[in-house]
Nanobody
Framework: QVQVLESGGGLVQNGESLRLSCTASGTFVRLNTMGWFRQAPGKEREWVATITSGGYAEYANFVRGRFNISMDNARNTMTLQMNDLEFEDSARYYC????????????????WGQGTLITVSS
C-alpha cells in the first residue's frame, strides 16, 4: 500500500505563484509515475501533468509554459511549481501515484491523495 500526501494549496491572487508537493510513502518496489490532476466544482477531473521516475515530464496544454513538474526520487516527492496562476486554475489538485508492489510477482497499482485546494482570486 502507498499513502499519498499533498501540501501547498492556498489562496493566491491572479499572476502569483504557488508550489505544490506530493510525497508517497509505504510499501512499494518502484514508483513508475507521479502526476497531478485537478477538479473544479461542477467539472470533471482533468489531468495537469505527470513525471516519471526518470524525470520525463508531460504537461496539459493549458499549463504548458506556466507550470513545472519535478521529482525527487530520494524523497519520493513530486513538486509542481505553478507560475502566473489564473482564475481558471482554481480547483482541488490531486496527486496520483502509479507504482509497483509485491514480492516475486509484482502488481501495478495507483494511489490518490486527498487533494489540496487552490483558489486564485482575480
Amino acid at each position: 500500500q502507498v499513502q499519498v500526501l499533498e501540501s501547498g494549496g492556498g489562496l493566491v491572487q491572479n499572476g502569483e505563484s504557488l508550489r505544490l508537493s506530493c510525497t508517497a510513502s509505504g510499501t512499494f518496489v518502484r514508483l513508475n509515475t507521479m502526476g497531478w490532476f485537478r477538479q473544479a466544482p461542477g467539472k470533471e477531473r482533468e489531468w495537469v501533468a505527470t513525471i516519471t521516475s526518470g524525470g520525463y515530464a508531460e504537461y496539459a496544454n493549458f499549463v504548458r509554459g506556466r507550470f513545472n513538474i519535478s521529482m525527487d526520487n530520494a524523497r519520493n516527492t513530486m513538486t509542481l511549481q505553478m507560475n502566473d496562476l489564473e482564475f481558471e486554475d482554481s480547483a482541488r489538485y490531486y496527486c496520483k501515484v502509479d507504482y509497483l508492489s509485491g514480492v516475486g510477482i509484482y502488481r501495478r497499482s495507483d494511489a490518490w491523495g486527498q487533494g489540496t485546494l487552490i483558489t486564485v482570486s482575480s
